[in-house]
């Protein structure tokens, strides 16, 4: 059976930051520079520019109006291949403020947190803006995404970010500062909330106030580093009882060497970034069906709530009340690596608004305006 298109629809508009992602290389874009060695750098193209390396050196001017995948050679004659970077190279290459969610579990997240477009997101906290950018393309222009964050200079970083990324400003994007607990309480009615992704320390801190967004079915995700994290997440769900039974795993993508007859898995692998952890919200009022297989935390005990229970107690002795981010091999970034990245981040996004409006002249020019809460107003 085929499917024949419809010649009487109108054309979608063209979706935000779409226009940018191709034609020739325009002022202001990210390009991603690949040596011989297979070794990537990423420039924004100024007029005036030059990339500098210790063989030499080539103008930005050799790749305006130039096609993706062009290459271009340094005054000592070494050649670059030159590509728009890709979402996943964007985020690793990006000024960062807190650690980003890897493309490897961003991938995970919108497939397995079930973020489709239009859906009504809630994400926290933002750190430096990698996941929201996966969240806004999963959810399109019709959806909505908040992202909350506690500290106000890595929203600025993730502003910037994102949008250095789409050109200017997303349409479905709100950015807040502040605790999620607080925000969602202010800002979403309960019920409303489709899907919310917590990439924070501390998850089990937030349950209730998820329980109380989510609709009936809503998707809870929670992208912690360690297993007493995930173990406490765990427990407080089962304890909240507004919610299925957690489901747990990690991903571990391993590159693959091709050369001549040399086909093997890589040396090397990134071996750990973090655990995923979902549950769907309960209906109004439902207890949580009865679990057949109970966790063994204690010999002794046989009945199934002594032994869910002692395994929250567990969970929670664990780690306690008074923890810090180093308990949890968490190393904050300092306040300078902050500033400059909150720099650095601003130059990029200034950059991707001329390649934006470049390739979209007809669009409204993006607006300059940061987060809401933050210096750079709503
Ligand atoms: C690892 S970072 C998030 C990285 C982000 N997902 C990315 O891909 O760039 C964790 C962030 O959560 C923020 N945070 C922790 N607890 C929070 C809370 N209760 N409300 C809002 N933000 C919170 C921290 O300030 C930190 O920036």
């Known amino acids: 059976m085929t499917s024949e298109p419809t010649t009487d629809a109108v054309p979608a508009p063209e979706p935000t ?12 874009d990210r390009v991603q520079l690949t040596d011989p060695r297979g070794r990537p750098a990423t420039i924004t193209l100024i007029p005036g520019g030059t990339f500098q390396t210790h063989k030499g050196y ?5 790749l305006e109006g130039r096609p993706e995948g062009s290459t271009v050679e340094t005054t000592k004659g070494v050649q670059y ?3 728009r970077p890709l979402l996943a190279d964007y985020v690793l290459s990006m000024p960062r403020g807190a650690a980003v969610v890897y493309p490897k579990d961003a ?4 497939t397995m947190a079930d973020i489709y477009p239009g859906a009504r997101v809630v994400e926290a906290g933002v750190g430096s803006g990698g996941l929201s950018m996966s969240l806004l393309r999963a959810i399109g222009d019709g ?13 600025r970083i993730a502003v910037a ?10 349409p479905a994007w709100r950015v807040e500062v502040g605790d999620l607990a607080d925000v969602l309480a202010a800002q979403r009615e309960p019920g409303s909330v489709d899907r919310i992704v917590l990439d924070m320390l501390a998850p089990w801190e937030n349950i209730d106030a998820a329980a109380t967004a989510l609709a009936p079915g809503g998707v809870f995700l929670a992208y912690v580093a360690t297993a007493t994290q995930l173990s406490r997440t765990a427990e407080d769900l089962r304890a909240d009882g507004r919610f299925t039974e957690p489901v747990a795993w990690e991903s571990m993508v391993r590159g693959w060497h091709l050369e001549g007859l040399a086909v093997r898995p890589e040396h090397r692998m990134i071996g750990h970034t973090g655990f995923l952890l979902t549950a769907r919200r ?22 199934p709530e002594d032994v869910a229970r002692l395994a929250a107690d567990a969970a929670r002795v664990q780690i306690g009340d008074d923890y810090a981010p180093e308990d949890f091999g968490e190393r904050g970034a300092t306040e300078k690596k902050t500033r400059r990245a909150a720099r650095d981040a601003e130059v990029i996004q200034r950059a991707a608004q001329r390649s934006a409006l470049a390739a979209a002249p007809t669009l409204e020019g993006p ?12």
């Open 17 to 28: 930051g779409a226009a940018m992602r191709r034609g020739p290389f325009r002022w202001g």
């Open 58 to 62: 080539f103008r930005h001017e050799e």
């Open 81 to 83: 291949l030159a590509l």
């Open 107 to 110: 991938g995970q997240i919108v």
């Open 143 to 155: 959806g909505s995404l908040l992202s909350v964050e506690r500290r106000e200079d890595f929203a």
């Open 161 to 170: 970010n994102v949008e250095g990324f789409f050109g200017g400003p997303h």
């Open 282 to 303: 309960l209906g109004p009022g439902v207890e949580p069906p009865e679990r057949r297989r109970r966790p063994q935390a204690s010999a002794a005990a046989t009945d």
């Open 367 to 378: 607006s300059l305006e940061g987060p809401s809460g933050s210096e750079e107003g709503a």
